[in-house]
Structures are given as structure tokens and as C-alpha cells.
């Protein structure tokens, strides 16, 4: 039975900060490539950042320099810490965790970002 469940969402101004996490029970998050993907009202769920089990890092060019995906094993838990938060990086973020044939979503966290 596996479990990914968000939390740190919420309401901030642009220009600040937030740090969502994703624990995770039912697997091991170092075994899995971990990622962090958001959807906006009408619009396509998209990849934001990923992490593999090697620890090599993929990020959406819109947030490269902004966000930062990181994993703690000991917590089992991953995190993404957004910076310099846009109007446009509001949405539902989701965390996900793959293993070829193999993906699990959480349930997501609201992130808005509004004067």
C-alpha cells in the first residue's frame, strides 16, 4: 500500500517563498525517481522538477534558478523549496513517484501566489 502525501501549500505574494513536501510511506523514495508536477486551472499537468535515485536533478525551464527538488532518506520525504514565487506558478502541485511500469500520485497542494 503505498501513500505520497503533500503538504506546505498555500497563499504567498509574489516574490516569496514556499517549501512543499511529499512523504512518502509504502516505498522507499531513494529507490524511486521522485518528481514534483502542477497544474494550473484549465490547463495541462506538467512536469515542474525531478530527482533520480542517483540523485541527478531535471527541472522545467520556467523554474530552474527558482525551485530546488531535494530528497531526505532518513525522512523517506522529498521536498521542492520555490523561490521567488510568479502569479504564474499558481496550482495544484502533485507529487509523484516512478518506477517504469510502476506510478504513484499524491492526492496535491494548492500553491497560490497573489498580491
Known amino acids: 500500500q503505498v501513500q505520497l502525501v503533500e503538504s506546505g501549500g498555500g497563499l504567498v505574494q509574489p516574490g516569496g517563498s514556499l517549501r512543499l513536501s511529499c512523504a512518502a510511506s509504502?516505498?522507499?523514495?531513494?529507490?524511486?525517481?521522485m518528481g514534483w508536477y502542477r497544474q494550473a486551472p484549465g490547463k495541462q499537468r506538467e512536469l515542474v522538477a525531478a530527482?533520480?535515485?542517483?540523485?541527478?536533478?531535471n527541472y522545467a525551464d520556467s523554474v530552474k534558478g527558482r525551485f530546488t527538488i531535494s530528497r531526505d532518506n532518513a525522512k523517506n520525504t522529498v521536498y521542492l523549496q520555490m523561490n521567488s514565487l510568479k502569479p504564474e506558478d499558481t496550482a495544484v502541485y502533485y507529487c509523484?513517484?516512478?518506477?517504469?511500469?510502476?506510478?504513484?500520485w499524491g492526492q496535491g497542494t494548492q500553491v497560490t501566489v497573489s498580491s
Open positions: 509523484n513517484a516512478d518506477r517504469g511500469f510502476l506510478s504513484y
Open positions: 509504502g516505498i522507499i523514495v531513494s529507490i524511486y525517481t
Open positions: 530527482i533520480t535515485s542517483r540523485g541527478s536533478t
